[in-house]
Nanobody, 115 residues
């Protein structure tokens, strides 16, 4: 059974940082394109950052220069370092693993940016 489990969300003040992690079981993440998506209340889910199996990252314009996606294939995890957070970053963040017709999602972790 495939599971993606996100952790690291929480409440942070504007300008602060958080590090999200996604741990996988049942699949080898090294074969997958990994991504973080987010969904704010009343909005559609949107792509935040993606990293290919070869390690090439790309980012939504709204997070470029502030967020960094990385993968640790040895630990079977993918991380999202989020700096300079602002209220627009408030959302539920989801981990995604995709390869060919396989597509898996985590349950999400809440990130709230508020003073």
């Amino acid at each position: 059974q495939v599971q993606l489990v996100e952790s690291g969300g929480g409440l942070v003040q504007p300008g602060g940082s958080l590090r999200l992690s996604c741990a996988a079981s049942g699949i080898r993440l090294s074969f997958y394109t990994m991504a973080w998506y987010r969904q704010a209340p009343g909005k559609q889910r949107e792509l935040v950052a993606r990293i290919t199996s070869g390690g090439t990252p790309n980012y939504a314009d709204s997070v470029k220069g502030r967020f960094t996606i990385s993968r640790d294939n040895a630990k079977n995890t993918v991380n999202l370092q989020m700096n300079s957070l602002n209220s627009d970053d408030t959302a539920v963040y989801y981990c995604n693993a995709a390869m060919a017709v396989s597509n898996y999602w985590g349950q999400g972790t809440q990130v709230t940016v508020s003073s």
